[in-house]
């Protein structure tokens, strides 16, 4: 079967950094995306990676290692706006995306 | 510009009555979609459009029905409710089919009893 897993809660301090952790597990792989939904709001996308490595964007940085099947997203300087679920998905061999449950974060002054 | 609407913004339903959710986006976009987001659960994908007047079914589609009939437009109909599918609905639309970004919609919380 397909599979995302991901925390599903973080706290995290105003001004620190914060590492949210995916693996998974899917019937090929067509690239890896993050997006953030604040509580009552849309997804909204923040990220894709398709190929190994680091993809930095501002405060934003996501990581992909298609042989381990592992993303992380980084968050620097955290700000209290950061607080919000975020969500990893891969996109299969179907060119459909498999959705994690999302990781909450709590960014506490 | 508004992106994707989505009609009604919630709404509460009798169990065995008929409901349509509307979609429409002014992106132009080829591909639209519908999922469903419970508690605890990721994103599900319901229906699917790779393009107008073409549609698929995706990993939930029991009970729901869509169509495509331009190219803006994307409505999912539940021919008859039940209590399960209380939940929140996104549509998303997106250029073409594939890895690339999509774009949601507010959302319609529905809750059928």
Not at chain 1, 65 to 94: F, H, I, P
Request: aromatic share 10%; proline share 4%.
């Amino acid at each position: 079967g397909q599979n995302i897993d991901q925390p599903t809660e973080m706290t995290a301090t105003e001004g620190a950094i914060v590492q949210i952790n995916c693996t998974y597990q899917t019937s090929g792989f067509n690239g890896l995306f993050w997006y953030q939904q604040h509580a009552g709001e849309a997804p909204t996308f923040l990220s894709y990676n398709v190929l190994d490595g680091l993809e930095e964007k501002g405060r934003f940085s996501s990581f992909l290692s298609r042989s381990k099947g592992y993303s992380y997203l980084l968050l620097k300087e955290l700000q209290m706006k950061d607080s919000a679920s975020y969500l990893c998905a891969v996109m299969d061999s179907n060119y459909q995306l498999i959705w994690g449950a999302g990781t909450k974060l709590i960014i506490k002054p | 510009i508004a992106g994707i609407t989505q009609a009604p913004t919630s709404q509460i339903l009798a169990a065995g009555r008929r409901m349509t959710l509307r979609c429409t986006q002014d992106m132009r976009h080829n591909a639209m979609y519908w999922y469903r987001q419970d508690l605890g659960l990721g994103l599900r994908l319901i229906h699917y459009s790779n393009t107008a007047g073409t549609t698929g079914k995706g990993e939930v589609p029991d009970g729901y029905s869509v169509s495509r009939a331009n190219t803006d437009d994307f409505p999912l109909t539940l021919a008859s409710a039940v209590p399960s599918q209380t939940s929140v609905y996104f549509c998303a639309s997106s250029d073409k089919m594939g890895p690339d970004t999509q774009y949601f919609g507010p959302g319609t919380r529905l809750t059928v009893l």
